[in-house]
């Protein structure tokens, strides 16, 4: 089956960047849309970026500026490099893909900023 694994979380000082990495395994097709979810303690799941197959990006306002979001070499791989992070950024993120009209995350990563 379809498996996304992430990795590059951790803790971080204000101001600092991380890098967040994801790869899915289990398909020979390609990803129509990969993105980056995040949920903060006591809020719900939102949206940071994603990506298309043509590269088209998208992004929450609050990240604008400051992450970028870009697709690998090897099919189906996707990056979050996040800069100039804030407490405010403190949230598990979710690595997401599309998949021929299926949707997979990945387990979490936990992101620490502080202050």
């Known amino acids: 089956q379809v498996q996304l694994v992430e990795s590059g979380g951790g803790l971080v000082q204000a101001g600092g960047s991380l890098r967040l990495s994801c790869a899915a395994s289990g398909t020979i097709f390609s990803a129509n849309t990969m993105g980056w979810y995040r949920q903060a303690p006591g809020k719900q799941r939102e949206l940071v970026a994603d990506?298309?197959?043509?590269?088209?990006?998208n992004y929450v306002d609050s990240v604008k500026g400051r992450f970028t979001i870009s697709r690998g070499n090897r099919r189906n791989t996707v990056y979050l490099q996040m800069n100039s992070l804030k407490p405010e950024d403190i949230a598990v993120y979710y690595c997401w893909a599309s998949i021929l009209r299926n949707e997979y995350w990945g387990q979490g990563t936990q992101v620490t900023v502080s202050s």
């Open positions: 990506i298309t197959s043509g590269g088209s990006t």
